[in-house]
């Protein structure tokens, strides 16, 4: 079992920064993929970033490619998503999610994975 909780989400001007954490529970934190999705009002949830277990490969959704980071802190049991250059269409709760090690792991699809955290926040100004 993990529980994962999100935090670092705010109010932010377009063009600002944010850094999401999300802090998991559970000695096997290392073994899971994670991932960090968004739902906008009105529309479904949505891949931004997802980080492997192992080498830690990472994947992007094109629309927050090259401005969203994503990484993990093992020893911390914590994952990132450093936000950067934010757009009033980046406005969204952020969910982090975890999941177990499968053959057939993308990354991108939120039925890929076993935990989630409550959500964060973003809301971008224009």
């Known amino acids: 079992q993990v529980q994962l909780v999100e935090s670092g989400g705010g109010l932010v001007q377009a063009g600002g920064s944010l850094r999401l954490s999300c802090a998991a529970s559970?000695?096997?934190?290392?073994?899971?993929?994670m991932g960090w999705f968004r739902q906008a009002p009105g529309k479904e949830r949505e891949f931004v970033a997802a980080?492997?277990?192992?080498?830690?490969?990472?994947w992007y959704s094109d629309s927050v490619k090259g401005r969203f980071t994503i990484s993990r802190d093992n020893a911390k049991n914590a994952v990132y998503l450093q936000i950067n250059s934010l757009k009033p269409e980046d406005t969204a709760v952020y969910y982090c999610?975890?999941?177990?090690?499968?053959?057939?792991?993308?990354?991108?699809?939120?039925?890929?994975?076993?935990?989630w955290g409550q959500g964060t926040q973003v809301t971008v100004s224009s």
């Open positions: 999610a975890a999941a177990l090690p499968t053959s057939w792991y993308t990354g991108r699809g939120p039925d890929e994975y076993d935990y």
């Open positions: 980080m492997s277990w192992g080498r830690g490969s990472t």
């Open positions: 559970g000695r096997t934190f290392s073994s899971y993929a």
